[in-house]
């Protein structure tokens, strides 16, 4: 099992990005996917899940309201939109898959002015 996530980068506050995890190596549509974070000197900690079956997503307070996230099947992919961000979302970004205990390599937000 192998997870690649791109999309990360510098945003100003209030900026978007949108994240993206291609995953290959499995069943893509049969396993429950998140995204967790971990700033610096912090636990890493869930941002977000979108739940199989049926897609329904659950998310941290922090982010309710500004990160979307959604998967398409198709792609063996799942994405995190973020909107609105601010100092606090800077972290790296990673992608789990829960079921598997497996995560991608990580990529790095910075939102900064």
């Known amino acids: 099992v192998q997870l690649v996530e791109s999309g990360g980068g510098l945003v100003q506050p209030g900026g978007s990005l949108r994240l993206s995890c291609v995953a290959s190596?499995?069943?893509?549509?049969?396993?429950?996917m998140s995204w967790y974070r971990q700033a610096l000197g912090k636990e890493r900690e869930l941002v977000a899940t979108?739940?199989?079956?049926?897609?329904?997503?659950n998310y941290a307070d922090s982010v309710k309201g500004r990160f979307t996230i959604s998967r398409d099947n198709a792609k063996n992919t799942v994405y995190l939109q973020m909107n609105d961000l601010n100092a606090e979302d800077t972290a790296v970004y990673y992608c789990y898959v829960p079921r598997l205990q497996r995560w991608g390599q990580g990529t790095q937000v910075t939102v900064s002015s």
């Open positions: 190596g499995l069943r893509f549509n049969s396993y429950t």
């Open positions: 979108v739940l199989v079956p049926g897609g329904s997503t």
